[in-house]
């Protein structure tokens, strides 16, 4: 069931269901959410049975607010908390040090945790509602919501609420906060090594991150040890079940020249003009613009999908620090 975000019955009614162990599709700036309450190992263990995905691989833990560091972080390095200053609430990721006995589950069992504070409008106010002490919400206040994308693991992450009800039906509640903003999921920087790692990149990116903080991100092939497993890097994710393939203009033309007039079960995805001749090819004009091509991707990768394509053909973004965020879920993609 979708309910509209905007209204606050809708909030009341998300709250109870988290604050009584329950599952709610969560629109954030950058994805949908499939969120439950952190604390609860039962709840979260609904969420690696709803997505298929390993309990071993982390779940980020969303707050409302800076102050939700100390529910779950047992230390705080100064340079994470100049990030928290400067980008929550926001599409970032730190990972630091966790509190015993705190989102055990929600963390697949390591020692950190990864914890953003969203800036969507109904995503903020859902958190305000499940830590309030209100017993009319029922249930006990909840301080952070695991909340990894709702979808299917390895799949294409949704980005509006009919994507969401798509991947789980029904009789999941999900909130319609509408299409996500930034549209790829956030920049995870690893805070516990004493040094930021970039452990994904996102809309933040590593010129952001060393002026906020006043140290160059290393990257994780620099510091590879000991690296926390994070939402997100496996090699092959964020897949259509169609075959992407990565080309550069010049090997699209190519492609398409040779197959000629007979193309078909075939979607394009470019920034550049081609020629082609067959009129069954799905074409879709990438943006020039990195952030506009970040929040249209998964749609557009979900939008193939439904034309029932084979093969996704899309020409490679450029090698440049803003669309970085874009080849990573690019690559991963095509990987799968």
Known sequence: MILDGRLATSIDAAARVLRTSGLLGLPTETVYGLA????SDAAVAQIFTAKGRPSDHPLIVHVADAAGLAHFAGEVPAFAQALADAFWPGPLTLILPRLPGRATAATGGQDSVGLRCPAHPVAQAVLRACAADDPDLGGAPVHGLAAPSANRFGRVSPTTAQHVQDEFGDALLTLDGGACEV?????IVDC???VPVLLRPGAIGRDQIAAACGIAPLSKEELPAQT??????????YAPTAKVRLMDAQALQAGLDVLGADAAHLAVYARTALRMRSSKIVLRRMPDDAAAAAQQLFAALRSFDDEGVKLIWIETPPATPDWEGVRDRLQ???AA
């Open 183 to 187: 549209g790829i999921e956030s920049t």
């Open 228 to 237: 926390p497993r994070a939402s997100g890097t496996l090699e092959a994710h």
């Open 36 to 39: 439950a309450d952190a604390a």
């Open 192 to 194: 516990t090594r004493g």
């Open 332 to 334: 991963r993609a095509a």
